[in-house]
Protein backbone atom coordinates (compact mmCIF):
# COMPACT_ATOMS: atom_id res chain seq x y z
CA UNK A 1 0.00 0.00 0.00
CA UNK A 2 1.04 3.36 -1.32
CA UNK A 3 0.32 6.59 1.22
CA UNK A 4 0.34 9.55 -1.01
CA UNK A 5 0.59 12.85 0.97
CA UNK A 6 -1.00 16.06 -0.74
CA UNK A 7 -2.57 13.47 -3.11
CA UNK A 8 -5.49 15.68 -3.59
CA UNK A 9 -3.21 18.56 -5.06
CA UNK A 10 -1.76 19.27 -8.56
CA UNK A 11 1.17 16.73 -8.93
CA UNK A 12 -0.27 14.14 -6.32
CA UNK A 13 -3.74 13.63 -8.20
CA UNK A 14 -1.89 13.00 -11.43
CA UNK A 15 0.36 10.70 -10.08
CA UNK A 16 -2.36 8.99 -8.10
CA UNK A 17 -4.08 8.11 -11.08
CA UNK A 18 -1.15 6.89 -12.42
CA UNK A 19 -0.50 4.51 -10.04
CA UNK A 20 -4.42 3.51 -10.12
CA UNK A 21 -3.70 2.36 -13.66
CA UNK A 22 -0.43 0.88 -12.75
CA UNK A 23 -2.82 -1.08 -10.29
CA UNK A 24 -1.09 -0.22 -7.25
CA UNK A 25 -2.97 0.00 -3.95
CA UNK A 26 -3.30 3.70 -3.08
CA UNK A 27 -4.19 5.84 0.07
CA UNK A 28 -4.59 9.78 -0.10
CA UNK A 29 -3.69 11.89 2.90
CA UNK A 30 -4.37 15.82 2.53
CA UNK A 31 -5.59 18.62 4.42
CA UNK A 32 -7.38 20.45 1.77
CA UNK A 33 -5.22 23.72 3.02
CA UNK A 34 -4.47 23.75 -0.92
CA UNK A 35 -6.59 21.36 -2.72
CA UNK A 36 -10.67 20.64 -2.42
CA UNK A 37 -11.84 17.10 -1.49
CA UNK A 38 -13.69 16.45 -5.05
CA UNK A 39 -10.53 15.85 -6.48
CA UNK A 40 -11.14 12.36 -5.24
CA UNK A 41 -14.45 12.09 -6.95
CA UNK A 42 -11.88 13.32 -10.35
CA UNK A 43 -9.54 10.17 -9.24
CA UNK A 44 -12.84 8.23 -9.10
CA UNK A 45 -14.09 9.36 -12.30
CA UNK A 46 -10.52 8.91 -14.64
CA UNK A 47 -9.58 5.35 -13.19
CA UNK A 48 -13.20 4.11 -11.99
CA UNK A 49 -11.56 2.86 -8.40
CA UNK A 50 -12.36 5.25 -5.57
CA UNK A 51 -9.01 5.95 -3.17
CA UNK A 52 -9.35 5.77 0.81
CA UNK A 53 -9.24 9.49 1.79
CA UNK A 54 -7.72 10.72 5.38
CA UNK A 55 -8.22 14.16 5.38
CA UNK A 56 -4.90 14.91 7.99
CA UNK A 57 -2.85 17.47 8.65
CA UNK A 58 0.92 16.31 8.86
CA UNK A 59 1.00 18.44 12.07
CA UNK A 60 -0.78 16.23 13.56
CA UNK A 61 0.97 13.04 14.74
CA UNK A 62 -1.82 11.15 16.52
CA UNK A 63 -4.19 11.45 13.05
CA UNK A 64 -1.25 10.49 10.76
CA UNK A 65 -0.41 7.61 13.06
CA UNK A 66 -3.88 6.45 13.31
CA UNK A 67 -3.12 6.03 9.25
CA UNK A 68 -0.45 3.79 9.74
CA UNK A 69 -2.69 1.25 12.22
CA UNK A 70 -5.40 1.07 10.15
CA UNK A 71 -3.57 0.41 7.45
CA UNK A 72 -0.12 -1.55 6.19
CA UNK A 73 1.95 1.53 4.20
CA UNK A 74 5.30 0.21 2.53
CA UNK A 75 5.62 3.34 0.68
CA UNK A 76 5.41 6.78 0.95
CA UNK A 77 5.17 9.44 -1.90
CA UNK A 78 5.56 12.55 -0.24
CA UNK A 79 3.90 15.83 -1.84
CA UNK A 80 2.12 17.68 0.78
CA UNK A 81 4.18 20.94 1.67
CA UNK A 82 3.14 24.54 0.65
CA UNK A 83 4.89 26.47 -2.14
CA UNK A 84 4.56 29.96 -2.61
CA UNK A 85 8.01 31.34 -2.56
CA UNK A 86 6.89 34.43 -2.34
CA UNK A 87 4.39 34.01 0.65
CA UNK A 88 7.83 31.82 2.72
CA UNK A 89 9.66 34.95 2.10
CA UNK A 90 7.10 36.65 4.16
CA UNK A 91 6.19 33.82 6.79
CA UNK A 92 9.46 31.66 7.18
CA UNK A 93 8.50 29.96 10.62
CA UNK A 94 4.77 28.63 8.94
CA UNK A 95 6.62 27.21 6.05
CA UNK A 96 9.52 25.77 8.31
CA UNK A 97 6.93 24.36 10.83
CA UNK A 98 4.74 22.87 7.96
CA UNK A 99 7.23 21.41 5.48
CA UNK A 100 9.82 20.50 7.93
CA UNK A 101 7.99 19.58 11.18
CA UNK A 102 5.61 18.22 9.00
CA UNK A 103 8.20 15.54 7.35
CA UNK A 104 9.68 15.38 10.90
CA UNK A 105 6.37 13.81 12.32
CA UNK A 106 5.96 11.60 8.84
CA UNK A 107 9.28 10.14 9.30
CA UNK A 108 9.31 9.56 12.73
CA UNK A 109 5.56 7.62 12.36
CA UNK A 110 7.22 5.82 9.24
CA UNK A 111 10.31 4.73 11.52
CA UNK A 112 7.94 2.99 14.22
CA UNK A 113 5.84 1.26 11.30
CA UNK A 114 9.04 -0.17 9.68
CA UNK A 115 8.06 1.60 6.73
CA UNK A 116 11.78 2.79 4.94
CA UNK A 117 10.53 3.33 1.62
CA UNK A 118 9.90 7.56 0.56
CA UNK A 119 10.04 9.29 -2.69
CA UNK A 120 10.62 12.95 -1.96
CA UNK A 121 9.38 16.10 -4.19
CA UNK A 122 12.06 18.31 -3.94
CA UNK A 123 12.41 21.14 -6.71
CA UNK A 124 15.51 22.40 -9.19
CA UNK A 125 15.25 25.40 -6.43
CA UNK A 126 17.96 23.48 -4.25
CA UNK A 127 20.63 24.21 -6.71
CA UNK A 128 20.32 28.23 -5.49
CA UNK A 129 21.36 30.43 -8.20
CA UNK A 130 24.76 30.42 -10.19
CA UNK A 131 25.23 27.79 -12.15
CA UNK A 132 26.20 26.30 -14.93
CA UNK A 133 23.68 24.59 -16.92
CA UNK A 134 22.37 22.46 -17.53
CA UNK A 135 22.18 21.35 -14.01
CA UNK A 136 23.57 17.80 -12.90
CA UNK A 137 22.22 15.85 -9.64
CA UNK A 138 25.78 16.79 -8.57
CA UNK A 139 25.72 20.45 -9.15
CA UNK A 140 26.32 22.68 -6.07
CA UNK A 141 23.49 23.22 -3.58
CA UNK A 142 22.43 26.53 -2.50
CA UNK A 143 19.13 28.20 -1.62
CA UNK A 144 17.92 32.11 -1.93
CA UNK A 145 14.45 31.98 0.10
CA UNK A 146 12.74 29.76 2.97
CA UNK A 147 10.89 27.58 0.52
CA UNK A 148 13.94 26.32 -1.15
CA UNK A 149 15.61 25.92 2.55
CA UNK A 150 12.91 23.33 3.69
CA UNK A 151 13.36 21.25 0.50
CA UNK A 152 17.04 21.65 1.04
CA UNK A 153 17.13 20.38 4.67
CA UNK A 154 14.27 17.82 3.88
CA UNK A 155 16.25 16.49 1.63
CA UNK A 156 19.46 16.67 4.30
CA UNK A 157 17.35 15.32 6.88
CA UNK A 158 16.54 12.24 4.41
CA UNK A 159 20.09 11.82 3.71
CA UNK A 160 20.98 11.59 7.42
CA UNK A 161 18.42 9.22 7.95
CA UNK A 162 18.95 6.66 5.09
CA UNK A 163 23.17 7.62 6.78
CA UNK A 164 21.41 6.06 10.21
CA UNK A 165 19.74 3.27 8.99
CA UNK A 166 20.80 1.60 5.26
CA UNK A 167 17.63 -0.22 4.84
CA UNK A 168 15.63 2.58 3.72
CA UNK A 169 14.80 3.33 0.18
CA UNK A 170 14.93 7.09 -0.56
CA UNK A 171 14.00 8.84 -3.82
CA UNK A 172 15.01 12.66 -3.66
CA UNK A 173 12.97 13.83 -6.99
CA UNK A 174 13.57 17.32 -7.76
CA UNK A 175 11.17 19.08 -10.38
CA UNK A 176 11.72 21.59 -13.01
CA UNK A 177 8.73 23.53 -13.80
CA UNK A 178 5.67 20.82 -13.88
CA UNK A 179 2.56 22.06 -16.29
CA UNK A 180 -0.39 20.93 -18.45
CA UNK A 181 -3.29 18.60 -16.94
CA UNK A 182 -4.50 15.38 -17.40
CA UNK A 183 -6.48 14.60 -20.69
CA UNK A 184 -9.83 14.20 -19.31
CA UNK A 185 -9.98 17.99 -17.96
CA UNK A 186 -11.04 17.10 -14.54
CA UNK A 187 -7.47 17.29 -12.67
CA UNK A 188 -5.41 20.03 -13.22
CA UNK A 189 -3.66 23.29 -11.31
CA UNK A 190 -6.16 26.15 -10.28
CA UNK A 191 -4.44 28.34 -8.07
CA UNK A 192 -6.73 31.08 -6.14
CA UNK A 193 -5.50 34.87 -6.78
CA UNK A 194 -3.09 35.97 -8.72
CA UNK A 195 -0.66 32.87 -9.57
CA UNK A 196 3.33 33.08 -8.86
CA UNK A 197 3.97 30.64 -11.98
CA UNK A 198 3.76 31.36 -15.86
CA UNK A 199 1.50 29.27 -16.95
CA UNK A 200 -1.45 29.85 -14.84
CA UNK A 201 -0.65 33.66 -15.48
CA UNK A 202 -1.21 32.97 -18.89
CA UNK A 203 -4.39 30.74 -18.62
CA UNK A 204 -5.77 34.02 -16.04
CA UNK A 205 -5.09 36.18 -19.19
CA UNK A 206 -6.32 33.96 -21.33
CA UNK A 207 -9.70 33.91 -20.05
CA UNK A 208 -9.82 37.39 -19.50
CA UNK A 209 -9.30 37.20 -15.87
CA UNK A 210 -6.24 39.14 -15.67
CA UNK A 211 -5.42 41.79 -18.32
CA UNK A 212 -1.84 41.04 -19.44
CA UNK A 213 0.65 39.18 -18.46
CA UNK A 214 4.03 40.84 -16.63
CA UNK A 215 7.43 39.48 -18.21
CA UNK A 216 10.51 40.32 -15.52
CA UNK A 217 12.57 41.68 -18.09
CA UNK A 218 14.02 41.05 -21.62
CA UNK A 219 17.67 41.84 -20.51
CA UNK A 220 18.99 38.68 -19.78
CA UNK A 221 21.61 36.66 -21.62
CA UNK A 222 19.01 34.36 -23.79
CA UNK A 223 17.72 33.83 -27.24
CA UNK A 224 15.20 36.33 -27.34
CA UNK A 225 16.03 38.33 -23.51
CA UNK A 226 13.79 36.17 -21.01
CA UNK A 227 14.17 33.98 -18.91
CA UNK A 228 14.23 30.06 -19.81
CA UNK A 229 12.80 27.12 -17.50
CA UNK A 230 12.77 23.70 -18.32
CA UNK A 231 8.90 23.10 -18.31
CA UNK A 232 7.78 19.03 -17.91
CA UNK A 233 4.54 17.89 -18.26
CA UNK A 234 2.66 16.93 -15.18
CA UNK A 235 2.06 13.57 -16.78
CA UNK A 236 5.56 13.06 -17.78
CA UNK A 237 6.42 13.92 -13.77
CA UNK A 238 3.51 11.41 -12.72
CA UNK A 239 5.38 8.96 -14.50
CA UNK A 240 8.93 9.56 -13.06
CA UNK A 241 6.80 8.40 -9.69
CA UNK A 242 5.51 5.47 -11.23
CA UNK A 243 9.27 4.63 -12.01
CA UNK A 244 10.62 5.22 -8.66
CA UNK A 245 8.25 3.29 -6.93
CA UNK A 246 9.65 0.33 -9.03
CA UNK A 247 12.86 1.59 -7.73
CA UNK A 248 12.44 1.68 -4.24
CA UNK A 249 10.35 -1.90 -4.61
CA UNK A 250 13.32 -3.67 -5.03
CA UNK A 251 16.41 -1.52 -3.51
CA UNK A 252 17.29 0.05 -0.84
CA UNK A 253 19.80 2.73 -0.52
CA UNK A 254 19.32 6.95 -1.32
CA UNK A 255 18.61 7.94 -4.83
CA UNK A 256 18.44 11.77 -6.18
CA UNK A 257 16.68 12.14 -9.95
CA UNK A 258 16.51 15.81 -11.45
CA UNK A 259 13.07 15.43 -13.12
CA UNK A 260 12.73 18.12 -16.45
CA UNK A 261 12.81 17.21 -20.26
CA UNK A 262 16.08 18.61 -20.72
CA UNK A 263 15.13 21.97 -23.07
CA UNK A 264 14.66 25.36 -21.85
CA UNK A 265 12.16 27.63 -23.28
CA UNK A 266 12.54 31.72 -22.92
CA UNK A 267 8.69 33.20 -21.56
CA UNK A 268 8.19 34.71 -25.13
CA UNK A 269 8.65 31.08 -26.36
CA UNK A 270 6.22 29.40 -23.68
CA UNK A 271 3.97 33.04 -24.90
CA UNK A 272 4.14 32.00 -28.69
CA UNK A 273 3.55 28.10 -27.97
CA UNK A 274 0.73 28.76 -26.28
CA UNK A 275 -1.05 31.32 -28.59
CA UNK A 276 -0.30 28.53 -31.61
CA UNK A 277 -1.54 25.62 -29.81
CA UNK A 278 -4.73 27.63 -28.68
CA UNK A 279 -5.06 30.04 -31.00
CA UNK A 280 -5.44 32.97 -27.92
CA UNK A 281 -3.83 36.43 -28.49
CA UNK A 282 -1.94 36.57 -25.19
CA UNK A 283 -1.21 40.49 -24.08
CA UNK A 284 1.84 41.01 -22.33
CA UNK A 285 4.06 43.94 -20.75
CA UNK A 286 7.78 43.86 -20.21
CA UNK A 287 8.94 44.93 -16.78
CA UNK A 288 11.77 45.03 -14.53
CA UNK A 289 13.75 41.58 -13.44
CA UNK A 290 12.67 40.17 -10.24
CA UNK A 291 15.24 39.90 -7.52
CA UNK A 292 16.57 36.02 -7.55
CA UNK A 293 15.81 35.10 -10.75
CA UNK A 294 18.30 34.04 -13.14
CA UNK A 295 18.82 33.88 -16.91
CA UNK A 296 18.68 30.06 -17.64
CA UNK A 297 18.14 26.89 -15.83
CA UNK A 298 17.24 23.79 -17.39
CA UNK A 299 17.92 20.08 -16.50
CA UNK A 300 20.46 17.26 -17.20
CA UNK A 301 18.26 14.44 -17.44
CA UNK A 302 20.55 11.76 -18.15
CA UNK A 303 20.65 9.97 -14.81
CA UNK A 304 16.76 9.68 -14.50
CA UNK A 305 16.72 8.36 -17.45
CA UNK A 306 19.46 5.72 -17.64
CA UNK A 307 18.74 4.76 -13.92
CA UNK A 308 15.04 5.21 -13.72
CA UNK A 309 14.50 4.46 -17.26
CA UNK A 310 12.39 7.68 -17.24
CA UNK A 311 12.11 10.62 -20.09
CA UNK A 312 9.62 13.17 -20.97
CA UNK A 313 7.00 12.36 -23.42
CA UNK A 314 5.40 15.41 -24.09
CA UNK A 315 6.42 18.86 -26.12
CA UNK A 316 5.80 22.60 -25.12
CA UNK A 317 2.66 22.46 -27.81
CA UNK A 318 1.24 19.43 -26.07
CA UNK A 319 1.51 21.28 -22.56
CA UNK A 320 0.75 24.18 -23.32
CA UNK A 321 -2.87 22.80 -25.49
CA UNK A 322 -3.11 20.13 -22.02
CA UNK A 323 -3.14 23.64 -19.68
CA UNK A 324 -5.52 25.98 -21.21
CA UNK A 325 -7.59 22.19 -21.83
CA UNK A 326 -8.08 22.27 -18.30
CA UNK A 327 -7.98 25.94 -17.08
CA UNK A 328 -10.66 26.85 -19.44
CA UNK A 329 -13.12 24.42 -17.93
CA UNK A 330 -12.26 25.81 -14.45
N1 LIG B 1 4.27 22.74 -8.74
C1 LIG B 1 5.56 23.08 -8.80
O1 LIG B 1 5.94 23.97 -9.56
C2 LIG B 1 6.58 22.35 -7.95
C3 LIG B 1 7.94 22.41 -8.31
C4 LIG B 1 8.87 21.76 -7.50
C5 LIG B 1 8.46 21.06 -6.36
N2 LIG B 1 7.14 21.03 -6.04
C6 LIG B 1 6.73 20.32 -4.82
O2 LIG B 1 5.86 19.27 -5.17
C7 LIG B 1 4.89 19.07 -4.14
C8 LIG B 1 3.51 19.08 -4.75
O3 LIG B 1 3.31 20.32 -5.42
P1 LIG B 1 1.93 20.71 -6.11
O4 LIG B 1 2.26 21.65 -7.20
O5 LIG B 1 1.14 19.49 -6.40
O6 LIG B 1 1.29 21.55 -4.92
P2 LIG B 1 -0.20 21.53 -4.35
O7 LIG B 1 -0.32 22.68 -3.42
O8 LIG B 1 -1.19 21.44 -5.47
O9 LIG B 1 -0.23 20.16 -3.53
C9 LIG B 1 0.28 20.04 -2.23
C10 LIG B 1 -0.81 19.45 -1.35
O10 LIG B 1 -0.31 19.30 -0.03
C11 LIG B 1 -1.34 19.64 0.88
N3 LIG B 1 -0.70 20.01 2.15
C12 LIG B 1 0.11 21.07 2.40
N4 LIG B 1 0.52 21.05 3.68
C13 LIG B 1 -0.04 19.95 4.27
C14 LIG B 1 -0.02 19.40 5.58
N5 LIG B 1 0.67 19.98 6.58
N6 LIG B 1 -0.71 18.26 5.82
C15 LIG B 1 -1.42 17.68 4.85
N7 LIG B 1 -1.49 18.15 3.58
C16 LIG B 1 -0.81 19.29 3.30
C17 LIG B 1 -2.10 20.77 0.21
O11 LIG B 1 -3.42 20.89 0.67
C18 LIG B 1 -2.05 20.35 -1.26
O12 LIG B 1 -3.19 19.59 -1.64
C19 LIG B 1 5.14 20.17 -3.12
O13 LIG B 1 5.92 19.62 -2.05
C20 LIG B 1 5.92 21.20 -3.88
O14 LIG B 1 6.76 21.96 -3.04
C21 LIG B 1 6.19 21.64 -6.81
Redesign the pocket.
Known amino acids: MILI?????????HTAVKLLDQNEDIII???????RAE?IDSIEAITGIRPKFYQ?????INGLEQIFKENKIDCVI??????AVGESVAQPLKYFN??IT?TINLLMIMQKYNCKKIIF?????VYGTTQEMPLTENSPLGVTNP?GR??LVIEEMLRDLYASDNEFAVVLL?????IGAHKSRLIG?N?NGIPN?LMPYICKVAKGELTHLNVFGNDYDTVDGTGVRDYIH?EDLADGHVKSINKVKNNSGLFTYNLGTGNGYSVLQVVSAFEKANNIKISYKITTRRAGDVATVYADTNKAEEELGFKAQYNINEMCRDSWNYASKH
Open positions: TGGTGYIGSLDNLYNSVIDLLDHFAGLKNNGSSSATYTKRYFNPEPNV
